[in-house]
């Protein structure tokens, strides 16, 4: 998206855009650690980029572009330095500086005046605009060797309201503002101190006197600085001969104006919301948006009327007088949307076209005749005051002060219905007010009701802690224990298991063992009956052994047949026995 535009061609070649400067201040401590969202080029472009959202980026071309680096010296040669001689040749011109609040427009006007010292005043590195442009205006009268006067005044527009800050009373006293009958289309400020000034001492001394007026005003009204406007104005005069001989007077002027900080102020010259709901809209800055934007757009009707500050400087709006806008903007992201319209508004104030005339030279004789007038006039007043008879005051005096009064009066009405509002308002503040402390102390109460229950279950939860500490303790020694019985448990039963099988194993012994032992009494029978057809055979042979023997007649027959039959026995009982040994080694081995 670009923001670059033609200059529509002027109908009147005599027309002059206004001169439109960029000046980008450095980034502030606080700012410096992260990139910055402007990019110079050229001295004449600027590129806005958000870094984190690609779509918004804009790029712009003004006439001259300043880098954060531009030194004060650098500002003033390319934006008020020619200025100074187009006022000695008795052009009236205009420098704005508008950006945001801490954009660096007060920086750019005065710079800082409070340390330097008024020989340096104008060339210290710091020093602004202003005494920059003093000091060259006196440089140049000087080369002119004319005879001049150098007259300078400092306004203040807060709130709609003007204020002199170079007036000799202690607080600013307010000022009013009129059309001017003898020019259509300006106004001048009635009662403005324009004080003469000789000597850049002089200049610094007035502006820190201003200065310092200025705080005095912001602590009064409870206004910030960067609300309120503030117009520097020096004029010169200085005579010239013509060729006839005359003498005449030339007259330049230059305005110098730190605008409020144009916050608030939206792109289209619409009041943010908030600055609404604050009532903070600045009426000048507004109508000033409105204003550039009716003269680009060539619109029939410009509402000049509608702030002090349009209506002051009408002249330079469209008017006959030489104009510069410097847009004073920050670099940092934070800033991005303001830079952004401040931008916008600095491109559309290029359109805006004037028509520069220098200020016609007035005679010797019509200054003598002006200066006459005035001293018939005061002198009457004089007379009138010696006599004591009464004030003398002019027709159009009269009628200012008779119109002064009436708008007095009514201001004295609307006041005191405002303050009766105000003393019924503090009434019904009043009565809330008793009726919130007693809310309040009831609320104490339950409060102190509150905290004594609170400390009561701190106490409870933190004997309620200990107890879940010691139950825990309890559940792990028990768990520790669990596991204990369990392991012993599983050593039992696998020491069960053991046993179940050597039971087993006992059992089919002892089975084993019947069996043997059913055996063991079979063969024991069998035995016993064997022994017992033993015993019958033995006794059977023994008894025919004994009828042998009974029937022997010799003991020596008796002898050898009882060997035999013992012989026979023996032979028989061993036979048994072995049988017997056989059977009984075997039932043993089988029981083992
Ligand atoms: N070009 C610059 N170089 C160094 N410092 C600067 C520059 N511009 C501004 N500053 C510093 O930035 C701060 C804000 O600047 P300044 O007060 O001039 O802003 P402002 O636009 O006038 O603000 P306000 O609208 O509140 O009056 C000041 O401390 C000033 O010294």
């Not at 060797?145 to 204020?163: A, F, P």
């Not at 359109?351 to 005061?378: F, G, H, W």
């Amino acid at each position: 998206m670009s923001a670059k535009k033609g200059k529509p061609v002027p109908k009147n070649q005599r027309n002059q855009y206004l001169q439109v400067y960029v000046r980008c201040r450095p980034l502030s401590d606080s700012e410096n650690r992260h990139p910055p969202a402007v990019e110079i080029h050229h001295q004449r472009d600027i590129a806005v980029q958000d870094r984190t959202n690609p779509k918004i980026s804009k790029t712009y071309s003004f006439d001259r572009v300043f880098t954060p680096e531009a030194k004060q010296a650098e500002i003033f040669q390319a934006v008020v330095g020619p200025l100074i001689s187009d006022v000695l040749t008795g052009y009236n011109c205009t420098v704005f500086a508008y950006g945001q609040t801490g954009s660096g427009k007060t920086f750019t006007m005065e710079g800082d005046i409070g340390s330097c010292s008024p020989q340096v005043f104008g060339q210290d590195s710091m020093a602004g605009l202003i005494p920059r442009a003093m000091c060259a205006l006196f440089d140049e009268l000087r080369v002119l060797q004319s005879e001049y006067t150098v007259r300078i005044s400092l306004m203040e527009l807060y709130n709609e309201e003007l204020y002199d800050l170079l007036s000799p009373d202690e607080v600013p006293p307010k000022l009013r503002l009129f059309e001017d009958p003898t020019r259509k289309g300006s106004a001048f400020v009635q009662g403005l101190q324009e004080v003469m000034v000789h000597t850049q001492t002089q200049v610094l001394a007035e502006l820190r006197k201003g200065s310092a007026k200025r705080q005095v005003a912001a602590t009064l009204m409870n206004a910030q600085s960067s609300r309120s406007h503030t117009i520097f104005t020096v004029t010169v005069h200085y005579k010239e001969s013509s060729v006839d001989g005359e003498e005449l007077m030339r007259t330049g002027k230059l305005n110098l104006v730190d605008l409020a900080g144009s916050e608030n102020i939206g792109r289209s010259g619409s009041v943010d919301k908030r600055a609404r709901e604050a009532a903070s809209i600045n009426q000048s800055l507004l109508t000033l948006s409105r204003v550039t934007a009716c003269l680009v757009e060539h619109q029939p009707h410009v509402p000049y009327r509608e702030s002090k500050l349009t209506r002051l400087l009408q002249d330079s709006l469209g008017g006959r007088t030489k104009t510069s806008l410097i847009a004073n903007i920050s670099p940092a992201h934070c800033n991005l949307e303001e830079t952004l319209s401040t931008l916008d508004y600095a491109h559309r104030a290029k359109c805006v076209a004037n028509r520069p005339e220098v200020n016609q030279k007035v005679s010797q004789t019509v200054i003598m005749k002006e200066y006459t007038d005035l001293i018939e006039d005061l002198k009457k007043k004089l007379d009138l005051h010696r006599t004591g008879s009464g004030v003398y005051v002019n027709d159009e005096n009269y009628k200012q002060i008779m119109e002064g009064t009436k708008e007095r009066n009514q201001r004295i009405i609307e006041i005191s219905g405002k303050i009766r509002d105000v003393y019924s308002r503090k009434k019904s503040t009043e009565e809330i007010f008793e009726a919130l402390s007693s809310s309040i102390e009831k609320q104490r109460i339950n409060l102190e009701n509150v905290n004594h229950t609170i400390v009561k279950t701190s106490e409870e939860i933190s004997k309620t802690k200990d107890v879940l500490a010691r139950a825990k303790t309890e559940q792990s020694e028990a768990k520790s224990i669990l596991k204990t019985l369990s392991e012993k448990e599983n050593e039992l039963r696998t020491q069960a298991d053991h046993l179940a099988q050597v039971a087993e194993s006992a059992h089919e012994d002892s089975d084993k063992i019947h069996n043997r032992l059913d055996f063991s009494r079979v063969v024991l029978v069998e035995n016993t009956h064997v022994l017992n057809k033993v015993k019958d055979t033995s006794k059977f042979k023994i008894e025919a052994a004994m009828k042998i023997v009974s029937s022997l007649s010799t003991w020596s027959q008796v002898l050898s047949k009882l060997l035999s039959v013992m012989g026979e026995l023996v032979g028989q009982s061993a036979r048994l026995t072995g049988s017997l040994i056989v059977s009984c080694s075997y039932n043993f081995a089988f029981l083992l």
